[in-house]
Nanobody, 121 residues
Framework: QVQLVESGGGLVQAGGSLRLSCSVS????????MGWYRQAPGTQRELVAE???????NYEDSVQGRFTIFRDDDKDTVYLQMISLKHEDTAVYYC???????????????WGRGTQVTVSS
């Protein structure tokens, strides 16, 4: 069974840094796009950053220049390095990946359970 397991969330003061990690476990063929989403109370889940298997990255405007997404394909892991954190970055952060697991031709969406990031002002 394919699972995405996040780690690295926590409480940090404004201006501080955190690094989130998300590792894929289970039997898979390959991982296409990996990304991070977040959801604050009373809001919709939004894309924070994503990275394709070729290394192309895309960021939400408010995190551009402060967050960096990167992946280690040898470890089936994606990271989100966050610096200059702001109170408005407070949310539950979810890992997402498009994975070919059952066969080479079927891509499915997988989600982690989420990790809380709280930035105190």
């Amino acid at each position: 069974q394919v699972q995405l397991v996040e780690s690295g969330g926590g409480l940090v003061q404004a201006g501080g840094s955190l690094r989130l990690s998300c590792s894929v476990s289970g039997s898979i063929y390959s991982i296409d796009t990996m990304g991070w989403y977040r959801q604050a109370p009373g809001t919709q889940r939004e894309l924070v950053a994503e990275i394709t298997d070729s290394g192309y990255t895309n960021y939400e405007d408010s995190v551009q220049g402060r967050f960096t997404i990167f992946r280690d394909d040898d470890k089936d892991t994606v990271y989100l390095q966050m610096i200059s954190l702001k109170h408005e970055d407070t949310a539950v952060y979810y890992c997402h990946a498009n994975i070919r697991a059952g066969d080479l031709w079927t891509v499915r969406d997988y989600w982690g359970r989420g990790t809380q990031v709280t930035v105190s002002s």
